[in-house]
């Protein structure tokens, strides 16, 4: 359960801008992106996203939580069930890591160089949230970009948590210190999919997501639509 923030502290927090105001917002989510790319190591990257997520309140990762519930709410309960669980783990658990090691001092520390990709990862975040059919939700979308972006080149984690199931009974994985992921070379196509950036790699053995052998356009979309719906969560 996130601890509640008392009014003391919402009073003191800064303001964050009218996610409303698309226009402001949009210019606002690119200069954002644009200091995350000025970033050189974990800390710096880890100390900027944390200026811009402990901005949100509980409330947001609630609200992305039953966002993200109303749209699986058609597939198996098991299987929701699951998969609701893992989603919500990594948010709600993203969220107070950013904020405790912020609190700590433990992102000055972090010294280690940041990998060239993070920089074309928040280029692509730049483009996929602020188009101009992005919504009211465009915040809750941002923030799903900042909680990932800090898992994968913060945590060095992926953004699916460990456990989280795919269709085909395979999930992501940790063994002996190494992220296996069951689609982590399948989801390519997926638009502003995370998975080129993932620090998983793809679990070798079978029984994982496999698109179609020789698929119809059909078969391929569907591949593509269950990943996107499913496993690619936009607020």
Same mark, same amino acid.
């Given at each position: 359960?996130?601890?509640?923030?008392?009014?003391?502290?919402?009073?003191?927090?800064?303001?964050?801008?009218?996610?409303?105001?698309?226009?402001?917002?949009? +210019?606002?989510?690119?200069?954002?992106?644009?200091?995350?790319?000025?970033?050189?190591?974990?800390?710096?990257? &880890?100390?900027?996203?944390?200026?811009?997520?402990?901005?949100?309140?509980?409330?947001?990762?609630?609200?992305?939580?039953?966002?993200?519930?109303?749209?699986?709410?058609?597939?198996?309960?098991?299987?929701?069930?699951?998969?609701?669980?893992?989603?919500?783990?990594?948010?709600? &658990?993203?969220?107070?890591?950013?904020?405790?090691?912020?609190?700590?001092?433990?992102?000055?520390?972090?010294?280690?160089?940041?990998?060239?990709?993070?920089?074309?990862?928040?280029?692509?975040?730049?483009?996929?949230?602020?188009?101009?059919?992005?919504?009211?939700? #465009?915040?809750?979308?941002?923030?799903?970009?900042?909680?990932?972006?800090?898992?994968?080149? #913060?945590?060095?984690?992926? +953004?699916?948590?460990?456990?989280?199931?795919?269709? &085909?009974?395979?999930? #992501?994985?940790?063994?002996?210190?190494?992220?296996?992921?069951?689609?982590?070379?399948?989801?390519?196509?997926?638009?502003?999919?995370?998975?080129?950036?993932?620090?998983?790699?793809?679990?070798?053995?079978?029984?994982?997501?496999?698109?179609?052998?020789?698929?119809?356009?059909?078969?391929?979309?569907?591949?593509?639509?269950?990943?996107?719906?499913?496993?690619?969560?936009?607020?």
């Amino acid at each position: 359960m996130i601890p509640a923030v008392s009014p003391a502290s919402q009073k003191n927090r800064p303001q964050r801008p009218d996610w409303h105001a698309n226009p402001a917002v949009f +210019a606002k989510i690119r200069d954002d992106c644009d200091t995350f790319c000025a970033t050189r190591t974990r800390g710096q990257l &880890g100390l900027a996203i944390a200026k811009i997520a402990l901005l949100f309140s509980p409330n947001d990762i609630q609200q992305m939580k039953r966002n993200f519930g109303y749209k699986i709410r058609d597939i198996t309960p098991e299987y929701r069930n699951r998969l609701e669980k893992k989603v919500a783990e990594h948010l709600l &658990g993203t969220w107070q890591t950013i904020r405790l090691l912020n609190q700590q001092g433990t992102l000055a520390t972090m010294t280690e160089p940041l990998p060239p990709l993070a920089q074309d990862y928040w280029r692509m975040v730049a483009e996929h949230c602020t188009h101009s059919d992005a919504g009211e939700n #465009v915040h809750l979308r941002f923030l799903k970009f900042l909680l990932a972006g800090f898992s994968m080149f #913060v945590q060095k984690v992926p +953004a699916h948590a460990v456990g989280t199931p795919f269709p &085909g009974g395979d999930s #992501v994985k940790l063994v002996e210190g190494v992220y296996y992921c069951p689609v982590r070379e399948k989801a390519n196509d997926v638009d502003a999919a995370l998975c080129p950036f993932c620090p998983a790699f793809q679990t070798p053995a079978i029984g994982y997501l496999r698109p179609p052998t020789n698929p119809t356009e059909h078969q391929k979309q569907e591949f593509i639509r269950n990943l996107h719906d499913f496993h690619n969560f936009n607020g």
